[in-house]
């Protein structure tokens, strides 16, 4: 049975929760790698889809928050919601690759770019995640 579902004109694509799991796993991953500082939120630029849905679970686990923004925003919106965010990481998936170099450039930040499905299977579970201390 599928965890979740993406539809597009021309295509259903289909992933398990084994899948899934996975998938946010290695976004955790990628997310915990990126020297942000717990409670740090990442702007991110992001279509709805089953990677961005893994990512935003990702910064919840990690402490990390994502903080999802429109792509077909205006320069100018963008650049107000992220020169609002501390840290210097903004994420963005390829197809926003111009808009995201453009704001990078402009609020001092560096651009990861996130290409496809972060797939791991390196037998994670939500004990493993390093969760923020408490204040």
């Known amino acids: 049975m599928p965890a ?23 976004a955790v991953r990628l997310i915990q790698s990126l020297g942000q500082e717990p409670g740090t ?12 849905i893994a990512l935003l679970l990702a910064g919840a686990l990690s402490g990390r928050p994502l903080a999802p923004l429109a792509p077909r925003m205006t320069f ?8 609002n965010l501390r840290g210097d990481v903004l ?3 390829p197809e926003w690759a111009d808009m995201a170099q453009a704001l990078a450039e ?4 560096r651009v990861v770019f996130i ?7 390196d037998g994670w579970s939500p ?3 390093r969760r923020p201390p408490h204040s």
């Open 76 to 83: 100018r919106e963008l650049h107000a919601c992220v020169s």
């Open 115 to 121: 290409d496809g499905p972060v797939l791991a299977d």
């Open 41 to 52: 939120p990442i702007p991110a630029l992001l279509a709805t889809r089953p990677a961005s």
């Open 4 to 26: 979740i579902v993406a539809v597009e004109a021309d295509s259903v694509q289909t992933w398990s929760r084994s899948d899934y799991a996975r998938m946010t796993a290695g």
């Open 91 to 93: 994420l963005a998936e």
């Open 106 to 109: 402009a609020s001092d930040k």
């Open 127 to 129: 004990t493993r995640i």
